[in-house]
């Protein structure tokens, strides 16, 4: 048997070997002893992954695809969680122990794959795989660049992020209608930063809410005081700000005593 795409799923099943092994080697499988595959469909990533020295789970949605993978990989079968990465709690299988986290990633939810990542930072010291081109991109992208965002400030605080190399759409049943891109994100050695967390988050989204305004007019909700918002850094826009000029900005924010 062979499992049907289903479009609602976003599903577009890789069917190239030798990008499928090359996926597998993004990982270094050194630090941790699970890997989790996210929307591994028929298995062709699966296959590269169980032959490493960690222990391999795989998280699917489609209980068409589950069926396959329970016949065709005998040895993966208790280690299939039929469940929604975005609503499961994964600690229910991994207790709290570090893994690394790696799928070709449905395009529709891969955004949300990324937010739901940076929330378990702590356990998920590498975190590699494939996404539409553009978004790969974006999570890559340094400060001046029109794509850089949200998704790029908030994963490069915690992870060095590098976009490894384009698939093109005719390696897929069926071809998407744009290329992917392969990227990985390792996590710095010093995850911690010198503000608040949810604070950071906040910045950051509230700044590139309105990317085309200096900041001193993006963050006018924060209720800054103006001695603070006389700083030079208030003068520019969010997509001018390195990621540790947005950690310094919120340690300001932090910082400010009306």
Do not use: W
Not at 12 to 26: C, G, M, N, V
Not at 44 to 65: A, F
Not at 121 to 127: L, M, S, T
Request: hydrophobic fraction near 35%.
């Amino acid at each position: 048997m062979t499992v049907k795409a289903k479009k609602h799923l976003g599903q577009h099943f890789l069917k190239d070997e030798s990008i499928a092994e090359r996926i597998a080697e993004t990982l270094s499988f050194k630090g941790y002893k699970h890997v989790l595959e996210i929307g591994p469909g028929m298995g062709v990533l699966t296959k590269y992954l169980l032959k490493k020295d960690t222990t391999t789970h795989v998280i699917e949605i489609d209980s068409e695809s589950v069926e396959y993978l329970k016949n065709n990989y005998l040895n993966l079968a208790d280690r299939i969680i039929e469940k929604d990465f975005l609503k499961y709690d994964i600690n229910d299988v991994f207790k709290g122990e570090p893994f690394a986290l790696i799928g070709n990633y449905p395009y529709n939810i891969s955004s949300q794959i990324v937010f739901k990542t940076l929330e378990l930072r702590d356990q998920i010291p590498e975190f590699s795989g494939m996404f539409q081109k553009e978004v790969a991109l974006r999570i890559c992208s340094k400060e001046g660049s029109k794509v850089y965002g949200i998704l790029s400030v908030l994963t490069q605080a915690y992870y060095d992020a590098e976009y490894l190399f384009t698939v093109p759409p005719t390696v897929f049943n069926p071809p998407p209608k744009v290329d992917s891109g392969v990227l990985r994100l390792t996590r710095k050695q010093d995850k911690t930063l010198p503000c608040d967390d949810k604070l950071f988050f906040r910045v950051v989204k509230t700044a590139f809410q309105q990317r085309r305004k200096t900041l001193r007019n993006s963050l006018k909700t924060m209720n800054l005081s103006d001695n603070l918002k006389a700083n030079t850094i208030f003068g520019q826009r969010p997509e001018q700000l390195s990621v540790p000029q947005f950690i310094e900005l919120a340690t300001l924010i932090e910082n400010d005593v009306h």
